[in-house]
């Protein structure tokens, strides 16, 4: 099993930053995708970056220039940085993580989710 923890949300006035965090636990090798997706009231949840081993990250049109997806192999740890944060960026975010190889061996192709963290940003 995977567990994932995020941390680094809060309110914050338009214009600013935040930075968020996550980190896989469990018996974790490597990790092919790491990503973040959120969800607004009253939305369906979306992908806002992602980040696959061996590739360029992709990022939501609307999220392209502001944040800034980053991961930490090592820790088993991504980041997502968030620059000129807008009221539209309101939502609970959550940690992805797919494609886990164990240490025992197995290759999981399963889709593993954080508790979410909100952000809120005011006008």
């Known amino acids: 099993q995977v567990q994932l923890v995020e941390s680094g949300g809060g309110l914050v006035q338009a214009g600013w930053s935040l930075r968020l965090s996550c980190v896989a636990s469990?018996?974790?090798?490597?990790?092919?995708?790491m990503a973040w997706y959120r969800q607004a009231p009253g939305n369906q949840r979306e992908l806002v970056a992602a980040m696959t081993s061996g590739r360029s990250p992709d990022y939501a049109d609307s999220v392209k220039g502001r944040f800034t997806i980053s991961r930490d192999n090592a820790k088993n740890t991504v980041y997502l940085q968030m620059d000129s944060l807008k009221p539209e960026d309101t939502a609970v975010y959550y940690c992805n993580v797919f494609g886990v190889l164990s240490t025992q061996g197995p290759y999981y192709a399963t889709n593993y989710w954080g508790q979410g963290t909100q952000v809120s940003v005011s006008s």
């Open positions: 469990g018996r974790i090798n490597s990790i092919d995708t």
